[in-house]
């Protein structure tokens, strides 16, 4: 079967998470996932496997998992530490039919305690360390089982001791029925339980599909994402069904990155935009840890245009673009724009792009009853198949923000005369007196390459305070900021931290409402 065909097959028929390793396997068995990190579920399979054998590791869980007590239809949230066997184990559950409920390592426990009550007694999947920061939780009222990946814990199954538990058929869930659950950020209170269908899963996969279709030859895709964000089961199937070798990530210390890419020499990055900016460094140095990439993605925040323009150019490849996606948990990949060697660095960072062909449509509407403008930006909103189907145990939250086929983002912007999306602000960060906060944060990262991140959050009296790390902690040249800045008078003066300070989602966003609510409460004890 081409390219072309299973594509079209997983547009009519859906995406079963279950079925991608059997499915690449049979396309390539030979294809190559390399890791950079040992599975904790599998230790002895290694940091190199091919399709073949990763679709057999699948199928060995998926019938320990079974043996385990685990049905069809069930839900079993996976919260454990960041490893790509999340991946495996997920797509191992969603081979017998059960529901896959994606909850990140970096969630506390009570929040984790929370999540699996609105779940409704399900099973719980996750390793000895982040069972014993579950103690003080009421798992026994909360789950159905408890299974951990290794080791012993009681009251729990391993899933080490149930090796050699005989294999199970695979079972398919209808097209229009929960596959999958992701969660939210959570930047504005807990988290909310996102449902994904093999419809929804399957459409998404368009943007990128076409994208990879480029590529004349099988390069190294090398992926770096959240491992329970939903966006790593689309790069995945992405990357496996297009026989694309796989460098799978763990790491992102820019010293072990860069030696990963120099080893394995990708030809397409798809990483976080944190992890991009942190990576942003690495475009100086003299070993050329990214001259082998033809094509740098992300879908998640906008990019700053500091940061794509330096990535493009310290690629050799001929061609090289940067191509930026913009969408959210909720709709997927929604507008998109390539970015060029010779005008990234001209690039207007709050223009996210134009609807995709065969992808998703986008409208801006009114806020206030006039026509959407540049000095009046109104909702952006989403409206196609590959929609989430609702909040698990939350229709009425998911309900708010469904306008019929239209789903409201939470994000204001409008659209120019030639149907480029610009994305100002998420509304609940809007600041009184700034037009846009990420506007004034691109621009002033383009002139301080010192700067490594900038966030502006609202102070005690609603100022706008621009929050700053510079590159390894260094002390923050004052003149230069003035200098900077001096067409944002709005500006409060800066307040430095280290990176390591700021608060972070499971894809590496920064929390800008816990941030202002933490600067406040110090600046309320100062004074």
Known sequence: MTGFMIHKSLRKHGLYLGIVPETAAARNSS??????????????AGRRLTAAELADHVDDLAGRLWAAGLRPGEHIAIHKGANSDVWVLATA???????????????????????????????????????????????????????????????ATSLADLAGSPRVQSVFRPQDEAALITHTSGTTGLPKLVVHTPRTMAARLTPQ?????????????????????SRMFAAM???????????????????EVARLFLKHRPGFIEALPNSLMEWEGLTGDPRKPFASVKYFSSTFDAMHPRTMSRLINSSDRRGALFFQIYGQSEVGPAVGRAYFRNSAHKANGRCVG???PGCAKVRVVSRDGNPPSETNPGFIEVGWVGLAKTYHAEQDRYDANRFGDWWRTGDVGYRTRFGCVHMLDREVDMIPGLRSILEVEDRVLSRLSELSELVVVPGPKSQPIPVICTNEDQPLDRERWRAAVVEFPQLADP????????PRTATMKVRRIELSRRLQEQLGERA
């Open 31 to 44: 294809a190559l996932v390399i890791l950079d990190h040992d599975l904790d579920v599998l230790p002895e």
């Open 354 to 356: 134009w609807a995709m």
């Open 237 to 255: 199937a992405l990357a496996l069904l297009k026989e694309m070798p796989v460098l799978l990530m763990n790491e992102s210390d820019p010293d």
């Open 495 to 502: 307040i430095q931290i280290p990176m390591a300070e700021l």
């Open 209 to 229: 599909w076409w994208l990879l279709s480029l590529m004349r030859k099988p390069e190294t895709v090398a992926i770096h994402i959240s491992f329970v964000h």
């Open 93 to 155: 559950a969603a081979r017998i039919g059960a529901v896959p409920v994606m909850l990140s390592p970096a969630l506390d426990g009570a929040t984790v305690a929370a999540l699996l009550g609105r779940l409704n007694r399900p099973s719980l999947l996750t390793d000895a360390r982040k069972l014993d920061t579950l103690a003080e939780q009421p798992l026994a009222d909360i789950t159905r089982r408890v299974l951990i990946v290794a080791g012993q814990r009681p009251g």
